[in-house]
């Protein structure tokens, strides 16, 4: 049984740096799509990052700041926040699933499997 849990959120200021894990708790690992997405309030959810099938890609917002990584060996998946500033604040939540394509890797509709969120929080 899948079951995603995403860790590692917190309070930074600007300029700061956090790192988001993302586990298969369900050892369920055997996902080709994997995704960071976030959601500020008031503002629909995004895709941040994706690795799908090994690529990786980013939106235009973190590209530069924000690296995706995943460890097969342990189930998790990695998102290194850097140069974090106040837009960046959102509940950040990864997704999965075993069938994509690259150039959707950002619409959520393509991730069947949801951790529950992290809270990121940078005060400027």
């Known amino acids: 049984q899948v079951r995603l849990e995403e860790s590692g959120g917190g309070s930074v200021q600007a300029g700061g740096y956090l790192r988001l894990s993302c586990v298969d708790s369900?050892?369920?690992?055997?996902?080709?799509?994997m995704a960071w997405f976030r959601q500020a309030p008031g503002k629909e959810r995004e895709g941040v990052a994706g690795?799908?099938?090994?690529?990786?890609y980013y939106s235009d917002s973190v590209n530069g700041r924000f690296t995706i990584s995943r460890d097969n060996g342990k189930n998790t998946m990695f998102l290194q926040m850097n140069k974090l500033d106040a837009e960046d604040t959102a509940m950040y939540y990864c997704?999965?699933?075993?069938?994509?394509?690259?150039?959707?890797?950002?619409?959520?509709?393509?991730?069947?499997?949801w951790g529950q969120g992290t809270q990121v929080t940078v005060s400027s």
């Open positions: 690795i799908i099938y090994g690529a990786t």
């Open positions: 997704a999965a699933d075993r069938v994509c394509r690259g150039d959707t890797w950002s619409d959520e509709r393509r991730y069947n499997f």
């Open positions: 369900g050892f369920a690992w055997s996902f080709n799509c």
